[in-house]
T-cell receptor, first 113, second 116 residues
Framework: KNQVEQSPQSLIILEGKNCTLQ??????????LRWYKQDTGRGPVSLTI?????NTKSNGRYTATLDADTKQSSLHITASQLSDSASYIC????????????FGAGTQVVVTP | NAGVTQTPKFQVLKTGQSMTLQCAQD?????MSWYRQDPGMGLRLIHY???????DQGEVPNGYNVSRSTTEDFPLRLLSAAPSQTSVYFC???????????????FGPGTRLTVT
């Protein structure tokens, strides 16, 4: 069973609207949580990295939140743009080794005009 | 800097053929890794390396070989291609240490492989 579950699997939003993606994890021990953006046909690109002591981190119109007690994270996209159409991947690390990263399956976001 | 580069971008193989996927980085990163990405699944680690001459297996190593003779290059070899190896392959690199050190991991553009 995947230790990182993302929801929804996909969503369609109108340009200019906001949306929130969810990530629930069971990975333990926990070191940090990363959100990546993956454009179609490209490799993932890092958006945010959060340690267990951080509740929120922003990168432009992207804001990630983390609740380490409930093992939940969210990624909020504000005032969506067509260029936000991509897959968003949640990654949880144990900190022990780069080989111990756990990847979620991603949420596919489509922004329509 | 070119970052992480991968060749080829696309490849079609017949069952039983062998080939090498190339990966190179120019950031002097010690850590390099290979992932495969399949529909509906998260990226899965195939092999990784923490420096020249050092490699180790990831989650799904069967059917793949790697070597690391230089810091820059980390090729992935498919020994005898099977349809189950149809996937998109990503190479990634980072400074060494551990994932807890908050170093960025940089991904290449991917190689889309089809095995018929």
């Amino acid at each position: 069973k995947n230790q990182v579950e993302q929801s929804p699997q996909s969503l369609i939003i109108l340009e200019g609207k906001n949306c929130t993606l969810q990530c629930n994890y069971t990975v333990s021990p926990f070191s940090n949580l990363r959100w990546y953006k993956q454009d179609t046909g490209r490799g993932p690109v890092s958006l945010t990295i959060m340690t267990f002591s951080e509740n929120t981190k922003s990168n432009g119109r992207y804001t990630a939140t983390l609740d380490a007690d409930t093992k939940q994270s969210s990624l909020h996209i504000t005032a969506s743009q067509l260029s936000d159409s991509a897959s968003y991947i949640c990654v949880v690390t144990t900190g022990a080794s780069w080989g111990k990263l756990q990847f979620g399956a991603g949420t596919q976001v489509v922004v329509t005009p | 800097n070119a970052g992480v580069t991968q060749t080829p971008k696309f490849q079609v193989l017949k069952t039983g053929q062998s080939m090498t996927l190339q990966c190179a980085q120019d950031m002097n990163h010690e850590y390099m890794s290979w992932y495969r990405q399949d529909p509906g699944m998260g990226l899965r680690l195939i092999h990784y390396s923490v420096g020249a001459g050092i490699t180790d297996q990831g989650e799904v190593p069967n059917g793949y070989n790697v070597s690391r003779s230089t810091t820059e290059d980390f090729p992935l070899r498919l020994l005898s291609a099977a349809p189950s190896q149809t996937s998109v392959y990503f190479c990634a690199s980072s400074y060494s240490g551990t994932s807890g050190d908050l170093y960025e991991q940089y991904f290449g553009p991917g190689t889309r492989l089809t095995v018929t």
